[in-house]
């Protein structure tokens, strides 16, 4: 289950630890709630179409002391077997310049695609969780060279929810490598999600339940637009209509 409740109740709630506490949040107070949440993400991936066995990755900010962090999956494990002791911590470090690879924390050893997950931390202060699958209908899109050249265009208006007029394919490069991390960088500048050539998607958000969300999300355009190719050449949405519903995604909250 995504994110436990506590019991209903009629006490006044407990007090909770503040947003910028040394460490925890106010999604997760405590280093073994994110790890319960960055599980719970990583195993309802499969049930929700987007991977299987030990393909993809999840990751969490997640500060310890003073410095900046994340949780991430381990390499190699399928879900199902994993525990939460199995996840991994690694600082965020700088890495310009051939400067050393950051040492992880745990017993495992972290996700091979640790480089993009950690990138993507350092330079986008807003990520707070990253989703990486290889959710087969964005994967085969992914294979397509017009879609590696153009990405999905605006055939509909929910493409905004990535945060673009389209969205972007990252170029192919070799899992784990730190060209792929460029590529993948490159490829989310100002965006949410993007397809990854030859592999797959990745979607990041303020949550983990934010970012798995715009995986589904982009799973259902991928299928979708696989559809429409598959009845002809799809119209787009003019660039002034995309983004008119940027700028009321912008707005656009319970
Ligand atoms: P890991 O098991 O090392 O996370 O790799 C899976 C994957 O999807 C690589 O892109």
Known sequence: MMNPLPPASDAAPPARAPRDAVTGSLEHPTEDAARVALLDTAGAMAGLGLNHGSAGNVSLRWHRGGSDGLLVTPSALPYERCTVDDLVWMPIVPRAGGAADPVPDGHRRPS????????????????????????????????????QQAGIPAFHYMVAAAGGRDVRCAPYATFGTQALSDHVLAALEGRR??????????????????????????EWLARTYGLALGLGEPACLPADEMDRVLAKFADYRP
């Open 112 to 147: 091979s695609e640790w480089r993009f997950h950690h990138d993507l931390y350092a330079v986008r202060p807003e990520v707070q969780a990253i989703v990486h699958a290889h959710a087969p209908h964005c994967t085969a899109l992914a294979c397509l060279p017009a879609v």
């Open 193 to 218: 999600a993007c397809l990854l050539a030859h592999h797959g998607m990745i979607a990041v958000g303020a949550s983990l339940e934010a970012a798995l969300a715009l995986a589904v999300e982009l």
